[in-house]
């Protein structure tokens, strides 16, 4: 069964830095990985899907890496804003009737 | 913009009652979810369906059922409320791309409350 992890579960930052948030993945099997991004109270906003078959996403600020054999995806955000706080969701399909299997989030706040 | 709507934002009913929560897509996706989300459990899948008519179990089925006879809308039924219900219910599509380009896109959310 597909386990997702996203540590750490909180991160604060200054506004300004760029920062690395992680995700792994127990089952190398996947079609593939979304980063979502969601708002307290809101419903989740795709930020960026990465297919098995790509190394990495871009958008703007940031950018999605993957590494199937290890298990490991990284959402890259360059010079970080207030704007950017919220959780930040991770998720994995595994099948072709993309079913996703979430991480719990991590929470970031960026202060001004 | 491919567009997931919800029928409420905030619902709160009573213990047995029976309750819908309604979705619907503008983009003629197949694939349809709910899921609930809970503070230190995540998201977790409750239904899906991938055509007219059908549905598959996700993770959490019990006290739960869905109907989906047109494709754009995709319904959540509590045919019993109970009090262990209270959650956020969030609805997603997504389309039957292959090659992994089934994105996924999710609506607003509905916070239920069962009293």
């Known amino acids: 069964k597909q386990e997702v992890t996203q540590i750490p579960a909180a991160l604060s930052v200054p506004e300004g830095e760029n920062l690395v948030l992680n995700c792994s993945f127990t089952?190398?099997?996947?079609?593939?990985l979304q980063w979502f991004r969601q708002d307290p109270g809101k419903g989740l906003t795709s930020l960026l899907l990465?297919?098995?078959?790509?190394r990495e996403q871009t958008s703007g600020r940031l950018n999605a890496s993957l590494d199937k054999s290890s298990g490991r995806s990284t959402l890259y955000i360059a010079a970080s804003q207030p704007g950017d706080s919220a959780t930040y969701l991770c998720?994995?399909?595994?099948?072709?009737?993309?079913?996703?299997?979430f991480g719990k989030g991590i929470t970031l706040s960026v202060r001004p | 913009d491919v567009k997931v709507t919800q029928s409420s934002r905030y619902l709160v009913k009573r213990t047995g009652e029976k309750v819908f929560l309604e979705c619907v897509q503008d983009?003629?996706?197949?694939?349809m979810f709910w899921y609930r989300q809970d503070p230190g459990l995540g998201l977790r899948l409750i239904y899906f369906?991938?055509?007219?008519?059908?549905?598959e179990k996700g993770d959490i089925p019990e006290g739960y059922s869905v109907s989906r006879e047109k494709k754009e809308r995709f319904s959540l039924i509590l045919e019993s409320a109970s009090t262990n219900q209270t959650s956020m219910y969030l609805c997603?599509?997504?389309?039957?791309?292959?090659?992994?380009?089934?994105?996924?896109?999710f609506g607003p959310g509905t916070r239920l409350t069962v009293l």
């Open positions: 997603a599509s997504s389309s039957l791309a292959e090659g992994g380009y089934n994105e996924q896109f």
């Open positions: 089952d190398s099997a996947i079609y593939n």
């Open positions: 990465i297919q098995s078959s790509q």
């Open positions: 998720a994995v399909s595994s099948g072709a009737n993309s079913k996703l299997t």
């Open positions: 983009m003629d996706h197949e694939n």
């Open positions: 369906s991938y055509d007219v008519k059908m549905k």
